[in-house]
């Protein structure tokens, strides 16, 4: 089996055949639902943390309608280097967007974003800031990726048949909703993390929809952070 040939197999995730239409509609509300709870979390506070809620129902909604977690990208990449780059060049493309774009225009309307209160307490303090790794490689570039590119990216893509199309709108839609999971940061930051979910869901397409471009780059990205808060560069 030639290369090509073995890159087609792993990025192939079809939708499923078995009545499309119902499955299309179960799909449109299990995205309702999950953007539900990521505004009845993050904006009205009546729901419980939605990374956790959207991770477990995430694993489970995949594994029993699809068979498989590689449906969502959970899959081993033809190659490891190529994935390892994607991730590279879009943690950098964020981080410099970030910095030199986003910031300096919102910055014209609204105060800077609001950073997590963690954050504060990292400049200077190995412990927390290990500590703060910690939560960038499990809650972040895991459960975050698993519940906005895994799984709701997924279902939003379920709607319009899984075509290109329909993941690249779907990428629209997930990261205004991933924006809005990082409401606590004001205007400025809903906007600048709404652009890091559009360079992240561009990852995940440019690797052949593999989840692990997403999760190494948000863990390279909020890695950035965490140095950069330890060593007081931003100050």
């Not at 079809?14 to 639902?33: C, D, G, I, K, Q």
């Given at each position: 089996?030639?290369?090509?040939?073995?890159?087609?197999?792993?990025?192939?995730?079809?939708?499923?055949?078995?009545?499309?239409?119902?499955?299309?509609?179960?799909?449109?509300?299990?995205?309702?639902?999950?953007?539900?709870?990521?505004?009845?979390?993050?904006?009205?506070?009546?729901?419980?943390?939605?990374?956790?809620?959207?991770?477990?129902?995430?694993?489970?909604?995949i594994w029993l309608r699809d068979g498989?977690w590689s449906a969502m990208g959970f899959?081993?990449?033809?190659?490891?280097?190529?994935?390892?780059?994607?991730?590279?060049?879009?943690?950098?493309?964020?981080?410099?967007?970030?910095?030199?774009?986003?910031?300096?225009?919102?910055?014209?309307?609204?105060?800077?974003?609001?950073?997590?209160?963690?954050?504060?307490?990292?400049?200077?303090?190995?412990?927390?800031?290990?500590?703060?790794?910690?939560?960038?490689?499990?809650?972040?570039?895991?459960?975050?990726?698993?519940?906005?590119?895994?799984?709701?990216?997924?279902?939003?893509?379920?709607?319009?048949?899984?075509?290109?199309?329909?993941?690249?709108?779907?990428?629209?839609?997930?990261?205004?909703?991933?924006?809005?999971?990082?409401?606590?940061?004001?205007?400025?930051?809903?906007?600048?993390?709404?652009?890091?979910?559009?360079?992240?869901?561009?990852?995940?397409?440019?690797?052949?929809r593999n989840l692990w471009a997403c999760?190494?780059?948000?863990?390279?990205?909020?890695?950035?952070?965490?140095?950069?808060?330890?060593?007081?560069?931003?100050?």
């Amino acid at each position: 089996m030639n290369q090509n040939r073995a890159m087609a197999l792993e990025t192939e995730t079809p939708f499923p055949s078995t009545n499309p239409v119902a499955s299309r509609a179960l799909s449109a509300f299990e995205l309702l639902f999950g953007a539900f709870i990521v505004i009845g979390h993050n904006v009205f506070h009546i729901v419980p943390n939605e990374v956790i809620v959207l991770f477990v129902l995430g694993l489970a909604s995949i594994w029993l309608r699809d068979g498989r977690w590689s449906a969502m990208g959970f899959k081993r990449p033809v190659s490891w280097r190529r994935i390892f780059l994607i991730a590279l060049v879009a943690a950098g493309a964020r981080i410099l967007l970030g910095q030199f774009v986003v910031e300096p225009v919102t910055g014209f309307f609204w105060p800077p974003s609001t950073a997590p209160e963690l954050a504060n307490e990292i400049t200077g303090n190995a412990k927390i800031a290990l500590f703060a790794l910690l939560l960038v490689w499990t809650f972040a570039a895991f459960g975050e990726e698993i519940a906005y590119r895994g799984y709701l990216l997924t279902r939003a893509a379920d709607i319009g048949g899984r075509s290109k199309i329909a993941y690249w709108l779907g990428i629209v839609f997930v990261s205004i909703l991933f924006g809005y999971g990082h409401y606590y940061k004001g205007p400025s930051g809903i906007i600048d993390s709404g652009i890091a979910g559009s360079i992240l869901g561009a990852a995940y397409m440019v690797a052949g929809r593999n989840l692990w471009a997403c999760v190494l780059t948000h863990g390279f990205i909020d890695t950035f952070a965490v140095i950069d808060a330890f060593f007081g560069w931003s100050k």
